[in-house]
């Protein structure tokens, strides 16, 4: 069973950047995608931002679209977010996700929770003004 883990969370000011890694204990599989999603108190998760190991698929959530980047590293078994201008809004849970195979998908499909197999325990990103 793959296990993901966060890191990079934690508390910054408004305008701030963060970035966040997620590592895969194992091989996720072939033709893989990643997916970061976050959750506020009350709030349902939603998907941050997602993409494919092989390349040419990626979403963003429009509320962090040209702020934050998603990237991975198949050599490392990681992905990234990257977050830049944080807003006091960004504060949540993130959550990193992961499944296989998806190079058939539309881009849209990364922003979805059921879509994932595997599952972070998260990491806190707080924004303070």
């Known amino acids: 069973q793959v296990q993901l883990v966060e890191s990079g969370g934690g508390s910054v000011q408004a305008g701030g950047s963060l970035r966040l890694s997620c590592v895969a204990s194992?091989?996720?599989?072939?033709?893989?995608?990643w997916g970061w999603f976050r959750q506020a108190p009350g709030k349902e998760r939603e998907g941050v931002a997602g993409t494919y190991a092989g390349g040419n698929k990626t979403y963003y959530a429009d509320s962090v679209k040209g702020r934050f980047t998603v990237s991975q590293d198949s050599a490392k078994n990681t992905a990234y977010l990257e977050m830049t201008s944080v807003q006091i809004e960004d504060t949540a849970m993130y959550y990193c996700?992961?499944?296989?195979?998806?190079?058939?998908?539309?881009?849209?499909?990364?922003?979805?929770?059921?879509?994932?197999?595997?599952w972070g325990q998260g990491t806190q990103v707080t924004v303070s003004s």
């Open positions: 996700a992961a499944t296989s195979p998806c190079g058939s998908w539309l881009s849209s499909r990364l922003r979805y929770v059921h879509e994932y197999t595997y």
């Open positions: 194992e091989y996720i599989g072939p033709k893989h995608c």
